[in-house]
């Protein structure tokens, strides 16, 4: 029904609820309030102003002297002072309304309402309604609601639709979905009620009831999107099979193992082998923190691949990430009789010929690769795996364009070594299936970590050296001040001017690396450094500044309060590859949010990925976490939070299951 059926609204308002989506009177509805405007006791002024500052208060009063009026170029000023039961004064203040002159006489009792300001040392009640003391008895302890608005929209104007159409239009209501035992085990309000109730509470309790009724429905609804597409994925017999572990395999678990594998990464492997003779496609998420192994799961699962004929795929985010992983993987495989290849935007011509050559052919056993790998004129002989690593930083439809790349989906593991809260993971990635690397590899030491604030830089500069006099070397990373914006150059170059002073040649020499350098320079940078030309790397975070260096013994991070806690994290586990202590020293600014000091302060406490993770998702929402705005399964929610509904979504996963 269109929402101008509805008594008072015209062209001109129905205009403005389009802004808020709001079309229908069934979408009025479901425009949920924002907050509620509770008429709390009067209190006196003394209470008020000791306990409410800044706040919406009630005080009941009398009119202690005669109105004062003046005029401003903009405005005109009512002012008086009003009086309590116990003799306390508080001035009150009106603006543009002259027409209350009359009615603030001296003695005149009322209940003033208003926000509480202080001005000039003095607390003043700033636009306060008037009620008389039997009116706001009929108001007190209601909760008014606060709707979502836009210019031009009052607050009253939406109220007083929404109680028009709950009032007179049942068929804005839906009918109750939810059968009656999940209702009953999961102590669930009717829908109707709630939707009532979400409008109009009579009490704390009442709202409570709704809120929990609404949140749980519109999650139930989610999670059984997603378990459907699981089912769907399952149920459908159309994966390849792995049941040989083979001469590649075999080969290099016997010899070329750099270390035992941890008690985490030999579960997962498991796991994934017990995926690939499912007659499924498997479709598994890998968490894990930086320096966890992640990568050599990932490479056991490929030999699985090439022991069974298929080819595999490994997919990253970064040329210099891409290229590290070549590296590593093929002097791990060296000998095995593994053929890999490394395939980026830069490759040149005749080599890229001759990789496309052989892949086609199937002679290519393991293609390593940025987006170059979802170009058309990447063809496989027959691609049976794909990894995707740091799967956040690719779009949903990059990542599924892979999949065409073999008559069948080929399995899929993606990989991220951002911690994702389980409530995050049960909601976007919930038709996944879900492995944790939670252990390090042996002989890892826990990387320390400590917050400095700029006056301490001296204290920075001796630990520094004292760290490169025993052949150490170390990252200083300097952050932007938005991703979507232009680098801070004056931050990175200043910086490197500074730490040049410092640490000046010839004693130490320094690398500069940031994402605008053309290719070959970046390159050289990182190759100095990995190399140990140089004992200093300055750059910026938004290049993938992951090389193994396992030399690198302390990461720097400036500016550190302008990172989220997931990054921080990420940077930090830069280091702490090698068998020496390594450390994480957060610089900042001597005046911090609260926020903010909260995010280093849990860095300086914990190396835990999982529970920054949870405290990231509490202090930022979900939408930043892990890139999930990115990865396309995103939900918008009306009402619920993954963030504070923790343990909604946990009832409404369990009901989605058991339907």
């Not at 403005?16 to 229908?24: D, E, F, I, M, N």
């Not at 004062?68 to 009150?92: A, F, I, N, W």
């Not at 017999?237 to 941890?262: H, I, Q, S, W």
């Not at 995010?599 to 999982?610: H, I, K, S, Y």
Request: aromatic letters at 8%.
């Amino acid at each position: 029904m269109n929402i101008q059926q509805l008594k008072g609204i015209g062209e001109k308002t129905a205009a403005l609820l389009s802004r808020l989506s709001v079309y229908t009177v069934k979408d009025l509805v479901g425009l949920y309030p924002r907050a509620y405007d509770v008429y709390e006791k009067p209190v006196f002024v003394q209470e008020a102003v000791e306990e409410h500052a800044s706040e919406i208060v009630s005080i009941e009063a009398v009119v202690a002297r005669n109105v004062e009026q003046y005029s401003t170029p903009r405005m005109k000023v009512l002012s008086t002072v009003v009086r309590d039961e116990q003799g306390t004064s508080l001035k009150c203040t009106w603006f543009n309304m002259p027409f209350l002159r009359s009615s603030l006489k001296p003695g005149a009792h009322y209940v003033f309402r208003g926000q509480l300001a202080k001005k000039k040392g003095s607390f003043v009640l700033e636009q306060p309604q008037m009620y008389t003391m039997a009116a706001y008895a009929q108001l007190q302890g209601r909760m008014q609601p606060i709707y979502p608005l836009t210019k031009g929209l009052s607050n009253k104007t939406v109220a007083k639709a929404v109680k028009q159409a709950l009032e007179k239009y049942d068929t804005c209501l839906e009918k109750e979905y939810i059968p009656v035992d999940i209702r009953s085990a999961y102590q669930l309000a009717e829908h109707n009620f709630a939707v009532q109730r979400i409008h109009f509470p009579q009490s704390q309790e009442l709202l409570r009831q709704a809120e929990y009724r609404l949140k749980f429905e519109e999650l139930l609804g989610i999670q059984l999107a997603i378990l459907s597409r699981r089912v769907t994925r399952t149920t459908a017999a159309d994966g390849f099979f792995f049941p040989r572990v083979g001469e590649f395999f075999n080969g290099f678990y016997r010899t070329k193992l750099p270390f035992e594998l941890t008690g985490a990464q030999k579960r997962v492997v498991k796991e994934i082998r017990a995926d690939t003779v499912t007659g499924h496609q498997m479709n598994r998420l890998l968490q894990g923190d930086v320096g966890s192994g992640k990568t050599l799961v990932a490479l056991m699962a490929m030999l699985l691949a090439a022991d069974n004929g298929f080819q595999a795929c490994m997919m990253v985010p970064t040329e210099i990430l891409a290229r590290q992983h070549f590296v590593s993987i093929t002097k791990m495989v060296e000998g095995v009789g593994v053929r890999v290849a490394v395939l980026t935007g830069s490759t040149k011509k005749r080599e890229r010929d001759g990789i496309l050559e052989e892949l086609a052919s199937g002679g290519l056993h393991i293609l390593i690769g940025t987006h170059a790998l979802i170009e058309e004129r990447v063809k496989f002989d027959n691609l049976g795996l794909v990894v995707i690593d740091e799967q956040h930083r690719f779009g949903v439809e990059q990542r599924a364009r892979m999949w065409t790349k073999n008559s069948r989906p080929p399995h899929v593991l993606v990989m991220t070594a951002t911690p994702i809260p389980r409530t995050l993971a049960m909601t976007l990635y919930g038709d996944l299936d879900v492995s944790v690397i939670d252990e390090l590899p042996p002989g890892r030491k826990p990387i320390l970590t400590r917050h400095l604030y700029d006056s301490q830089r001296m204290k920075l500069f001796g630990f520094l050296r004292s760290e490169i006099a025993r052949g150490r070397q170390v990252y200083v990373v300097y952050p932007l001040i938005k991703e979507s914006e232009k680098m801070d150059y004056k931050d990175l170059y200043d910086g490197f001017e500074t730490m040049s002073r410092e640490f000046p040649l010839p004693q130490y020499r320094l690398s500069v690396v940031h994402g605008k350098l053309p290719a070959e320079e970046k390159e050289e940078g990182m190759r100095a450094f990995r190399e140990g030309t140089t004992q200093i790397m300055v750059a910026t975070s938004v290049i993938e500044v992951g090389v193994d260096v396992p030399n690198a013994t302390v990461m720097v991070i400036e500016s550190a309060e302008r990172f989220g806690l997931s990054q921080l994290h990420q940077l930090r586990g830069r280091v702490g590859r090698g068998g020496e202590q390594s450390y994480c020293i957060l610089m900042s600014g001597d005046r911090l949010s609260r926020e903010a000091r909260a995010r280093l302060d849990a860095m300086v406490e914990t190396n835990d990925g999982f529970r920054l993770s949870e405290l990231d998702l509490k202090l930022r929402g979900a939408g930043d976490i892990g890139g999930t705005q990115q990865s396309g399964t995103a939900f918008e929610l009306k009402i619920a939070s993954l963030a504070k509904d923790a343990a909604v979504v946990e009832y409404a996963r369990r009901a989605a299951e058991e339907i």
